[in-house]
T-cell receptor, first 113, second 112 residues
Framework: NAGVTQTPKFQVLKTGQSMTLQCAQD?????MSWYRQDPGMGLRLIHY???????DQGEVPNGYNVSRSTTEDFPLRLLSAAPSQTSVYFC????????????FGSGTRLTVV | QKEVEQDPGPLSVPEGAIVSLNCTYS??????FMWYRQYSRKGPELLMY????GNKEDGRFTAQVDKSSKYISLFIRDSQPSDSATYLC????????????FGQGTTLQVKP
């Protein structure tokens, strides 16, 4: 049982480059979210999805795109990387509204230079 | 003002102490509340989930919600060095949206 799998674990980008952070879950969870974690800022919601084909913006969506074509996958795209996007990114999933909290992946550490 | 406020600490206690961690919030629509534990360079893991007001106990951990005061707490009894981590509160307004808002996190150190 893999849970929530994030790849890559580490990435260094140059300013202006684009990339996709991958997130996959094998628990058939409906809800998935992307968070970024910065020192002293806690976890901030970037985008979330309540099911395949349905996504919405969180607190800090600018500079990021998401799509949810399948229940299992929820990739996060950085369109044109900026140093301000240097952070640790976490993907999380949750079964449905009757179940408890989110299960988190192990994170992707992204540095933009 | 942030929707969820949490004292970042750090909080240092001796082994065996009772630890109290707290969060306040401003959005009266929040209905469900969670506590996560995060070890260094790891993802958060769910400790406690509660819906509405009241207490919930799980082993050495007790979660308390006071919606009238917009205040939630996590108590750790007989704290252990292995409890040293960052504790994050999280809450949501509706279980339909899946949108969860986190506090800043409190760093706890339990000294042997």
């Amino acid at each position: 049982n893999a849970g929530v799998t994030q790849t890559p674990k580490f990435q260094v980008l140059k300013t202006g480059q684009s990339m996709t952070l991958q997130c996959a879950q094998d628990m058939n969870h409906e809800y998935m979210s992307w968070y970024r974690q910065d020192p002293g800022m806690g976890l901030r919601l970037i985008h979330y999805s309540v099911g395949a084909g349905i996504t919405d913006q969180g607190e800090v969506p600018n500079g990021y795109n998401v799509s949810r074509s399948t229940t299992e996958d929820f990739p996060l795209r950085l369109l044109s990387a900026a140093p301000s996007q240097t952070s640790v990114y976490f993907c999380a999933s949750r079964q449905d509204r009757a179940t408890g909290g989110y299960t988190f992946g192990s994170g992707t550490r992204l540095t933009v230079v | 003002q942030k929707e969820v406020e949490q004292d970042p600490g750090p909080l240092s206690v001796p082994e065996g102490a009772i630890v109290s961690l707290n969060c306040t919030y401003s959005n009266s629509a929040f209905q469900y509340f969670m506590w996560y534990r995060q070890y260094s360079r790891k993802g958060p893991e769910l400790l406690m989930y509660t819906y509405s007001s009241g207490n919930k106990e799980d082993g050495r951990f007790t979660a308390q919600v006071d919606k009238s005061s917009k205040y939630i707490s996590l108590f750790i009894r007989d704290s252990q060095p292995s409890d040293s981590a960052t504790y994050l509160c999280a809450m949501g307004a509706s279980s339909n949206t899946g949108k969860l808002i986190f506090g800043q996190g409190t760093t706890l150190q339990v000294k042997p």
